[in-house]
């Protein structure tokens, strides 16, 4: 079995400044809002200079959009390993169990966060163009699944795929809009209940 190689002193200074910018960053974004912070105040609360945030950040939406940034990748690879026995609806579900619980299965501050990029026109939009980029290998990862060929022009992995990431959406939604009131995972339960009789029979 191979192993990755250790990070670098380097590596692991730079991962420890970029983790502070985005925990400084989301903490003042969830608490103000996103368009009353400015990068002045997220440089100021984390200590580092301007110039070292525009460093590892474009822009306020980018230091968001990095929250999101390995859901994709671990959506996957969570896809990737279902067994092949199980139901494409649960194995599915099981994937997006991965991103939901990313979200919702940790701190107040998730919750915050969550309901920051949904009520953001701007990061809701960049919160969708990740989500396109997620379908495409979800729907790889499907027709993998299925013994289709990648370049296939069958419907069904990009259709299975997209109701997957549907789900998601519907249930980060539903989730933010109760406060986190309702169990993010129970939503993922019956939304998949749902959509599971249609995922089975086309597969």
Not at 35 to 50: F, H, L, W
Not at 71 to 84: F, V
Request: glycine content about 4%; proline content about 4%; overall charge negative.
């Amino acid at each position: 079995m191979t192993t990755r190689p250790e990070p670098s002193l380097a590596q692991r200074k730079r991962q420890l400044v970029a983790d502070e910018l985005t925990g400084a960053a989301l903490k003042l974004l969830a608490r103000k809002g996103f368009d009353a912070v400015t990068v002045d105040e997220i440089v100021a609360t984390a200590g580092v200079s301007k110039r070292t945030f525009f460093r590892y950040f474009a822009s306020k939406e980018d230091v968001v959009v990095q929250f999101l940034a390995d859901m994709g990748a671990d959506m996957r690879a969570e896809l990737a390993g279902r067994p092949s026995p199980e139901s494409l609806s649960a194995a599915l579900r099981h994937t997006v169990l991965v991103s939901v619980n990313a979200c919702a299965g940790h701190s107040e501050q998730a919750l915050r966060v969550v309901q920051l990029i949904l009520g953001t026109p701007a990061l809701r939009a960049r919160f969708l163009e990740r989500q396109a980029q997620w379908r495409d290998e979800l729907a790889a990862e499907v027709a993998d699944r299925l013994g289709l060929a990648p370049t296939t022009t069958d419907l069904y992995p990009r259709l299975a795929a997209g109701v997957a990431l549907t789900a998601f959406d519907t249930v980060l939604q539903q989730w933010s809009d109760s406060d986190g009131a309702e169990d993010a995972a129970a939503l993922t339960d019956r939304a998949f209940a749902i959509v599971a009789p249609a995922l089975d029979a086309d597969a």
